[in-house]
């Protein structure tokens, strides 16, 4: 247990950097066209996998921190190497109404926030 303790100690402010949006924002998000029309897509059912990952926040904000799994650090350590990665690669103009942007709320996290 204490190994679990450390892996979420490891990457909760990190994680709560990365993630800037609501459980009810992101869900919202989730639902409109421009979150559906980004992302690298992985299998047959068209949804991206960014989409995905932000329905698997919402379930993750939706939990208390003693509550989390293995499986939700792991995702959680995904989503903030994302975001930072993604993040550095911001476009020079109209943020606002980008892909990228688009692409950064599907994990989580608006940038103009």
């Known amino acids: 247990m204490a190994d679990k303790a450390n892996d979420v100690d490891a990457v909760w402010d990190d994680w709560k950097k990365a993630v800037t949006m609501t459980a009810s924002e992101i869900t919202s998000w989730l639902d409109t066209d421009e979150s559906r ?4 897509k992985d299998d047959g059912n068209g949804e991206s996998i960014g989409h995905r990952s932000g329905r698997r926040i919402v379930t993750i904000l939706g939990k208390k921190k003693a509550d989390l799994t ?11 190497g994302y975001v930072k990665r ?4 911001g476009p020079e103009s109209d943020v606002e109404h980008s892909r990228w942007r688009y692409s950064l709320m599907n994990w989580g996290n608006d940038p103009l926030k």
Not at 37 to 40: F, L, M, S, T
Not at 70 to 80: F, L, N, T
Not at 86 to 89: K, L
């Open 37 to 40: 029309e980004v992302g690298q």
């Open 70 to 80: 293995a499986s939700d650090i792991e995702h959680m350590h995904k989503v903030v």
């Open 86 to 89: 993604h993040g550095a690669q």
